[in-house]
């Protein structure tokens, strides 16, 4: 029997122990991807393109966390999971970056090509076995670049380190910088990467909005009902948030006892 998963902007269709989904013209860079991670535990095998023009993945059995986040995804052995995971997923794809070509992609790369970003890596994208991040799915976005492009929006989804009035988060401002601390310790963010968070986890935001305001533009009913419900506006508060927070989320960061425990 066919089961309709949320699929955000796509509509994703459940069928036994394998899903449906709509292709783009960056889908051969995915498909591509997903052939190189075949054996990775967290991702799902790309089996073919059907006649219809949509593509044929193993369903990863699981729950999929929406917003406000579960009390499995809003864990932290979720969290810590969530950082292991990335940082697994990373490691996998670190030699297939250098080879891997540059256009193609639905975004552009960024320099310094180090991995494939996931580029979406959030709650809502990843598969708990339980409170334990056990898979990732929805490479629509994933495009060579940096790790730390990846690890900034990932932290920010997870923690997250969302604005006060934003109903989608939790926790005090001490709560977040602990999360925040816990997901770059088990991810194993070294010294360079924790000072440029902050300042990579608000630019990523920003460029999340403006993808929003060209795809809206561009013709998407999704992208457009984003912006009508105000998810941008909720977004950039969350930015200003972290801008003005910065330092207690830097002086987390930065204090020796934060990097014990490794990835």
């Known amino acids: 029997m066919a089961e309709i998963l949320n699929g955000g902007v796509n509509q994703v269709l459940r069928l036994g122990d394998r899903v449906r989904r709509p292709t783009g013209f960056w889908s051969p860079r995915v498909h591509d991807l997903l052939r190189h991670l075949d054996g990775f535990p967290g991702s799902p095998r790309f ?19 929406d917003y406000p986040p579960t009390a499995a995804a809003a864990s932290t052995p979720a969290l810590l999971s969530a950082a292991s995971l990335l940082r697994a997923y990373h490691d996998a794809v670190a030699g297939y970056a250098r080879h891997a070509p540059r256009d193609g992609w639905q975004v552009p790369a960024r320099e310094p090509v180090e991995v494939i970003c996931h580029g979406d890596y959030a709650p809502h994208n990843c ?111 969350d930015a200003e948030h972290i801008s003005s927070r910065r330092s207690t989320y830097e002086r987390a960061l930065s204090e020796p006892e934060a990097r014990g425990s490794g990835a």
């Open 47 to 65: 089996h073919e393109v059907a006649a219809d023009g949509f593509e044929i993945l193993d369903f990863l059995p699981g729950e999929v966390s």
């Open 127 to 237: 598969v708990l076995t339980g409170d334990r991040v056990t898979g990732m799915i929805d490479f629509d976005y994933a495009m060579p670049g940096p790790r730390l492009w990846d690890v900034a929006f990932a932290a920010y989804r997870w923690v997250p380190l969302t604005a006060p009035g934003n109903t989608d988060g939790f926790g005090t401002l001490a709560e977040q910088a602990a999360r925040l601390r816990l997901f770059c310790d088990r991810y194993g963010l070294d010294p360079a990467g924790r000072r440029a968070l902050i300042d990579t986890m608000i630019a990523r935001i920003h460029w999340l909005v403006d993808v929003m305001h060209a795809r809206a533009a561009a013709g998407s009913e999704a992208f457009a009902s984003h912006l009508a419900d105000g998810h941008h506006l909720q977004y950039l508060g």
